[in-house]
């Protein structure tokens, strides 16, 4: 295949980055790049600002692109502002189980009616009073609907029928668990159900933007988003699934590191990334992203969502500082309300702290440094003070953020040691994963450098384009999925309820069949979904021995399977 071209966006906190880049074979080369200010009420028009800027100098570059990838905070944002959409709740779980124990928000409807562990119905499904409160709920002014039953990747056929009441009384759109995960977990399916049904209205019409966006520019390439475990989908899929990206930020920046770090496979390393806004913390062992299994949390709550395990801490270079009475207690504030007083900003902020104590000749980050200075002499002076307590301001603000910081990082280490550690390439059980160094990326990278090997006693490496890393990392990501298929010989029925998928198999159907059917599967899903070649390979397979409805003995297997997350070339820096 001959040399073609990609684009990555990201849509940060503080930031939109752009970089175009050129693939050939196995190796990429960065042929421009843009950064622009985040409008979060207009994500589109960061988007379409970051184009203008590259296309002065890459017009012919951008309509030649072959495929799009973004990464975005619209969701997170969303949700962490309380601005995402009302959701109504139907739940169903049988006898024995108050499902209310696992009820979001203020609208939830539990309807009679269960299935047990194989999906047998064992109390009809009695739906009126949904019908009533559906309809009640749109006249309320609920935006979407998230119907989810106790066991329904056994058998949907409950699930089903209560999303088709719920969407003829109400109008309104329907999100049904079992189309999101094949997983039995019932309290995380109802919290994947739930938030994917908050951020669905908000997500499409992010997506139709993007579309209208890039079309200005004269881009008809692939386009795909981000999503929580480091791999990509086609706006397509995405569609269908907008709680996979709510968290795909920190995933761009791993994938970046992945890119932009050759030797990054010998390494148990701490990735930080320290944006406008937060600081994002990942881990990698052996060279691999460490992943959460157990599933993404939003709100506190676990969801079957796969993603990078990661943390964020409100620490980014415009935080604003809290001068506390003299100085002597300073601290950085999880608030930002513009950019810090080096780039035009009104209030001194982590940045404008950096840049007071930090006298190096290096300004490349780091903006108006004589802005910065007056701007924490101007706040000493209004508590009374001289330049020895804005020198005072500036050392304790900077140090509490790098406490922050630094136990963040541990919090994250010891989380991930203190089970089973999985990773992208693989689950590497028993073994203590302890970083040995730090890939830094982010706009305030080299201020921070020798503060941070300082605090975490470790080196710090920072990449050539260390400011547009996670526009780099989604450019490069290769699209990824995760399919769980059950056989059941006893009913004669393989499923795969995240594709809606089930057929007829005959009692010597065997593990060895179900697992080449599972990857069968997906491998055909990624086709469809325009992506190749994909590394397909089984994570998890189990049999249990069981009797059917006439006593005799039966196998009820599970078998999970994926596309690795990856990147399609490595960066020359």
């Not at 899929?237 to 996979?244: D, K, M």
């Not at 950085?332 to 009104?346: E, K, S």
């Not at 930090?358 to 508590?383: F, H, I, K, Q, W």
């Not at 057929?503 to 979904?529: H, S, V, W, Y």
């Amino acid at each position: 295949m001959g040399e073609y071209t990609v684009l990555g966006i990201d849509c940060g906190g503080t930031h939109t980055d752009a970089a175009i880049l050129a693939i050939q074979g196995q190796r990429a080369r960065l042929l421009a790049s843009a950064k622009t200010s985040t409008l979060h009420d207009d994500l589109p028009k960061s988007v379409r600002t970051v184009l203008e800027i590259l296309a002065v100098s890459s017009a012919e570059q951008l309509k030649n692109v072959r495929r799009v990838t973004l990464g975005t905070t619209l969701e997170i944002n969303a949700l962490v502002q309380n601005r995402a959409d009302t959701v109504g709740l139907a739940l169903s779980a049988g006898p024995g189980l108050d499902p209310l124990h696992f009820a979001i928000g203020n609208n939830v409807c539990v309807v009679p009616g269960g299935l047990d562990h194989r999906g047998v119905e064992i109390e009809k499904l009695f739906t009126r009073e949904l019908a009533i409160t559906a309809g009640q709920w749109a006249r309320d002014g609920v935006d979407a609907i998230a119907c989810v039953g106790k066991f329904s990747p056994r058998n949907p056929a409950h699930e089903n029928e209560m999303g088709a009441v719920a969407a003829k009384a109400s109008s309104l759109p329907v999100t049904l668990g079992h189309t999101l995960s094949g997983r039995l977990n019932f309290p995380r399916r109802i919290a994947t159900a739930y938030y994917n049904a908050a951020v669905g209205r908000l997500h499409e019409n992010f997506l139709n933007s993007m579309e209208k966006a890039l079309a200005t520019f004269g881009i008809s390439a692939q386009c795909r988003l981000l999503k929580a475990d480091g791999g990509a989908m086609p706006f397509a899929a995405s569609r269908q699934e907008p709680v996979q990206s709510i968290l795909s930020g920190p995933a761009a920046s791993v994938m970046g590191v992945l890119a932009m770090w050759p030797d990054a496979a010998k390494d148990c390393a701490l990735l930080l990334d320290t944006g406008g806004t937060t600081t994002d913390i990942a881990l990698f062992y052996e060279g691999s992203p460490v992943v959460d299994r157990q599933g993404m949390i939003l709100e506190n709550r676990r969801t079957l969502v796969k993603s990078m395990a990661s943390i964020s801490i409100a620490v980014g270079g415009d935080s604003l500082i809290d001068p506390g009475a003299d100085g002597k207690n300073a601290r950085i504030l999880p608030l930002r309300t513009g950019p810090a007083m080096a780039f035009g900003g009104t209030k001194p902020t982590f940045l404008d702290a950096l840049n007071y104590l930090d006298a190096a000749p290096d300004t490349r980050d780091r903006g108006d440094v004589d802005a910065s200075r007056s701007g924490l002499e101007n706040m000493a002076a209004s508590l009374g003070g001289d330049k020895s307590m804005a020198a005072d301001i500036a050392q304790n603000a900077v140090a509490n953020a790098m406490d922050k910081i630094v136990r963040a990082a541990t919090e994250l280490v010891e989380n991930i040691n203190s089970g089973p550690i999985y990773t992208i390439a693989a689950l590497k059980a028993a073994r203590e994963a302890r970083p040995q160094k730090i890939y830094l990326v982010g706009g305030p990278a080299h201020c921070l450098r020798q503060r941070m090997e300082a605090s975490f006693g470790m080196p710090v490496e920072i990449a050539s384009h260390f400011d547009v890393a996670n526009a780099i990392g989604a450019a490069l990501t290769i699209p990824t999925a995760w399919l769980e298929v059950y056989a059941d010989t006893g009913k004669r029925e393989l499923s795969a309820p995240a594709l809606n998928y089930r057929e007829r198999i005959d009692p010597g159907f065997t593990l060895k069949d179900a697992e080449q059917k599972a990857m069968d599967l997906l491998t055909r899903k990624l086709e469809d979904d325009g992506g190749k070649d994909a590394n397909v390979q089984i994570v998890e397979s189990d049999l249990f021995a069981t009797l059917d409805d006439h006593g005799r003995g039966a196998k009820d297997m599970r078998v999970a399977c994926q596309a690795r997350p990856g990147i399609i070339a490595m960066l020359d820096q």
